[in-house]
C-alpha cells in the first residue's frame, strides 16, 4: 500500500473517536500539517470527511451512506454456503442457517444429511422458536427490553417434554445463551432430534444469522452432536469474518468441551 493511501486510510479511524482539528490529524499520523492538510481536503472532496464550521474534521456523510450500501449488498446465504457445505462434508449431518426478518425465525439455507434418515424442516420455513438452537441464538442478541417483549407474546406449545414451558423460563434460557454464546435443542421440538446452534456476526458484532447441525439419536447420541461443536463455532467464525470483513479470531471453547484437533 502507498504511503498517501496509507496515512489517509489511517485518518479515519482517528475521526471515527470524534471530531478532530488539523494538528490533532497531523499529530497522529506523525506529518506536516501541510501534509495532513492535503490528505484531509482529498478526502472531504470526496464526501469521506466533512469539515466542520469550527474547523475540525469528521466522519462524512458519504462514508456512511457507501457503508450502509455495502451492507445492504451482503448476502450472508450466499457468503455461508460454501463454509455449511464444508461443515456438512466435515460432520455428515444436516446443517441449517437461519435469519430473524419480522418476528419470525427462518430457515434460508440447508445442507442434507449424508446419513439415511433425514429431517423434514424446509428452506424459507419458520422455526419452532421457542426450541430452536437457531432461534435462541437470534433472539438471545436482541436488546433485553425488546427480548422480554418478544418471549412475553410468543406461545409455548409443548411439543416434547423437553420443550420450553413459558416466557420466564424461556428468557432465562436466552440468558444462558448469550453468555455462552451457542446453543441447544436436545429433544424440545422432536423427542428424536437435537441440535446445537451458533451466531454469524456482523462487523458491530450483532448476530446477523445463525447456523447450526441437526441430527437424529439413531445416528449420534446428544453428548456425541455436542462433541462437534468446537467445528460448528469454527465455522460460524469463519462465515462472521468473511461476512463482516475482518481478520477471523476462534472462539474459546466452553470449558465442558475439549477442542476438536482433528
Known amino acids: 500500500m502507498s504511503q498517501t493511501v496509507d496515512r489517509a486510510l489511517s485518518i479515519l479511524p482517528l475521526l471515527a473517536e470524534g471530531p478532530a482539528n488539523l494538528e490533532q490529524v497531523a499529530s497522529r499520523l506523525g506529518v506536516h500539517k501541510s501534509t495532513a492538510l492535503r490528505l484531509l481536503r482529498t478526502l472531504h472532496e470526496h464526501g469521506i470527511v466533512y469539515r466542520q464550521q469550527d474547523q475540525r474534521y469528521r466522519l462524512g456523510a458519504r462514508l456512511f451512506a457507501l457503508a450502509q450500501e455495502a451492507v445492504e449488498n451482503l448476502d450472508v446465504r450466499e457468503i455461508a454456503h460454501p463454509h455449511l457445505a464444508e461443515l456438512n462434508e466435515k460432520c455428515g449431518h444436516t ?28 428452506i424459507g420455513k419458520p422455526v419452532a422458536i421457542t426450541v430452536a438452537a437457531v432461534a435462541k441464538l437470534l ?5 433485553e427490553p425488546e427480548r422480554r417483549a418478544v418471549a412475553e ?8 417434554s423437553r420443550s420450553t414451558p413459558n416466557a420466564a423460563a424461556f428468557l432465562k434460557e436466552l440468558a444462558t445463551v448469550r453468555e455462552q454464546g451457542w446453543a441447544t435443542d436436545l429433544g ?3 423427542e428424536s432430534i437435537n441440535c446445537i446452534g451458533a451466531p454469524i456476526r456482523g462487523a458491530d458484532g ?4 445463525a447456523c447450526s447441525v441437526s441430527a437424529p439419536n439413531v445416528v449420534v447420541t446428544a453428548d456425541e452432536l455436542l462433541t462437534l461443536l468446537p467445528l460448528l463455532r469454527r465455522t460460524a467464525g469463519a462465515i462472521s469474518a ?15 468441551q475439549k477442542e476438536d484437533r482433528s
Open 206 to 209: 450483532r448476530a446477523v444469522a
Open 139 to 143: 433472539l438471545a442478541d436482541l436488546p
Open 188 to 190: 424440545g421440538h422432536e
Open 242 to 256: 468473511e461476512y463482516s470483513g475482518t481478520a477471523h479470531t476462534p472462539e474459546k471453547p466452553h470449558p465442558s
Open 95 to 122: 446443517v441449517h442457517l437461519a435469519v430473524y426478518e419480522e418476528n419470525e425465525v427462518l430457515y434460508i439455507d440447508k445442507v442434507e444429511s449424508r446419513y439415511p434418515v433425514r429431517m423434514y424442516s424446509r
Open 153 to 160: 407474546r410468543l406461545d409455548y406449545p409443548m411439543y416434547t
